[in-house]
């Protein structure tokens, strides 16, 4: 045995089994976020329930059954709720989302087992996705136009289906309005008041200026006047017909079919047609905006968000990374100031994230972004331009906080190479700089690819620094669009990790943001792992290309 312990097997055991545990606990914990984050979009059951209360009355419960759960009946009683006769030491309680927000004072409700007296899966009942106020549940009843009845029985669910996909479709036409021709029209106004403001601090504000401004402001405003007379006319058009639906107390409530985003009788599909509206849902999910406080909707701005940031991050941090790894390595002399630098960067990945989110905000935000709106932004003042947080703040914030890591990756690659091969191409006639240039950096590529790895990794998944330098809650336009200079890097965004903090912990809705929280906490995985393998696979070809060179 001690023979055994010498040989040192007993560690390498040790360690082979603490990989082993980690990579089961990691893939594990991938699979419980994606198993409760996918099921979030498969279409559940519509349950109608007939629940008896406390006063011996019964009421009427139709949604999605969330979760169950097992408690105790002392738990249960000590609540107020009278369990007399029920013999069984614990009782099932369902979380069920009844929606219909605005016609009742909760959308999820707690129904104990025992209460239930009945429940049934009606093939009637739908589900009506909205712009606002959540899911409703109900039967549909009728279709008006302009006030009329037009279809009932019979045709109703053909009917129906064709006048949402025309509603979705004006919606999406004016939406496009909005956003794409008044949209542009908006910005140029407001260009325009920066420059006739520039004029103005500048001392060259003339008459003719003055005029061909006004001119051209009279313009946009014509063509505005004519975008929001067809932008009406859309949403005139979306809001022709209604939807009539019996709700859960027997009333019938008229939902405005512009309001309608989706419709569908989950009790009625079969398999196939439950795995395309799931495949359907995620679609959605990851291209559309957020709508009620984030908590329905998709989360398209923060997912562009999230990458443009990272990848923007990511042109910072590799020149500033690979030239300081250069300069310690190929030309920084062996003396007690190197030596200090060293120290300097390696302690540099040790110190919190916040605390890089605080310097980024009083350095490069108030110091840095201040001074570039007084020397190049003053028309704008003082609502500043680049004096407050924003992507570009947030890209170099994290480039500092990971910069440290680039270096000692590629530090490591170049220490690899064998002197030889610098003293061969020294000795032909090249010179230091050619040499690294063409020999050492190919060679070491693959070790800043894998620097590169980590900072991604790591930048992706921050939050704390992004809540102080740019990122929101909600970002109404994303950092890149139709108007010059087509990449606005001093605006604010929207980010996966931050979208997921505000979901789970700031939203009123509890149970309704948790399914949200795995789904986009999946997402986020997704998307680091996609990046990674994306550098991994450059890394593996930039090492079988220059593999020759070792040789």
């Known amino acids: 045995m001690n023979t055994w312990f010498k040989s040192g097997k007993p560690w390498i055991w040790l360690t082979a089994g603490s990989v082993s545990i980690s990579l089961i606990a990691v893939i594990g914990l991938v699979i419980m976020i994606g198993w409760r984050g996918l099921s979030f979009f498969w279409p559940a059951a519509i349950h109608e329930m007939s629940i008896e209360q406390a006063d011996g009355s019964t009421r009427t419960l139709i949604g999605e059954i969330y979760e169950s759960e097992s408690v105790p009946i002392s738990r249960v009683s000590n609540s107020g709720t009278i369990m007399d006769g029920y013999e069984e030491e614990e009782v099932t309680r369902y979380l069920m989302k009844i929606g219909n927000r605005e016609y009742v004072p909760l959308d999820f409700a707690w129904v104990l087992g025992p209460a239930i007296r009945s429940d049934e899966t009606p093939a009637e009942l739908a589900v009506i996705e909205r712009t606002k106020d959540g899911n409703f549940y109900g039967y549909p009843v009728a279709i008006e136009q302009q006030g009329e009845q037009v279809a009932t029985e019979g045709k109703l669910r053909e009917e129906l289906f064709q006048r949402m996909e025309r509603a979705v479709e004006l919606n999406e036409q004016a939406m496009a309005l909005q956003e794409g021709e008044i949209g542009a029209i908006n910005y140029e106004l407001t260009q325009l008041n920066l420059q006739r403001r ?24 014509s063509q505005y006047l004519e975008y929001e007379k067809e932008l009406f006319a859309l949403r005139d058009k979306a809001g022709r017909d209604s939807l009539i639906m019996r709700d859960m107390r027997g009333e019938e409530i008229k939902v405005p079919m512009y309001r309608v985003l989706d419709v569908n009788f989950p009790n009625d599909m079969g398999f196939f047609a439950k795995l395309g509206h799931f495949f359907q849902q995620i679609g959605k999910f990851v291209s559309e905006p957020p709508r009620e406080a984030n908590t329905e909707g998709g989360v398209f701005p923060a997912i562009f968000g999230t990458v443009f940031m990272v990848l923007l991050m990511s042109v910072i941090v590799a020149p500033f990374g690979v030239i300081a790894a250069v300069y310690l390595h190929e030309y920084a002399g062996k003396n007690a100031v190197t030596k200090l630098i060293r120290i300097a960067v390696i302690n540099l990945a040790g110190v919190p994230s916040i605390v890089y989110g605080v310097f980024g905000l009083g350095f490069f935000v108030y110091m840095v972004g201040g001074s570039l709106d007084q ?27 990971t910069l440290p890591v680039v270096i000692v990756a590629t530090e490591e690659g170049l220490s690899r190479i064998p002197p030889t091969l610098r003293e061969g191409s020294l000795s032909l006639g090249a010179t230091k700089w050619e040499t ?5 950096l190919p060679m070491a590529s693959p070790a800043i690819m894998t620097g ?12 704390a620094p992004l809540m102080l330098v740019g990122v929101v809650k909600s970002a109404p336009m994303l950092p890149v669009d139709g108007n010059f200079p087509y990449f606005h890097l001093d605006r604010k965004f929207m980010h996966l990790g931050f979208h997921i903090y505000d979901v789970g912990f700031q939203s009123p809705n509890v149970e309704a943001a948790r399914p949200l929280v795995y789904a986009t906490s999946f997402l986020l995985i997704t998307i680091i792992v996609g990046l990674n393998l994306t550098a991994i696979g450059v890394r593996n070809h930039l090492r079988e290309k220059y593999r020759s060179l070792e040789h």
Request: net charge negative; aromatic share 8%.
């Open 198 to 221: 520039g004029l103005e601090l500048s001392g060259t504000l003339t008459e003719e200026a003055i005029n061909d401004i006004e001119r051209r402001r009279e313009e946009l405003q």
């Open 375 to 401: 020397i190049f932004y003053p028309e704008a003042l003082p609502n500043p331009t680049f004096g407050t947080p924003g992507v570009l703040w947030s890209a170099v914030t994290l480039a500092i906080l």
């Open 436 to 440: 690294i240039w063409r020999i050492v």
């Open 452 to 463: 590169l790895i980590l900072a991604v990794a790591r930048a992706a998944g921050e939050v």
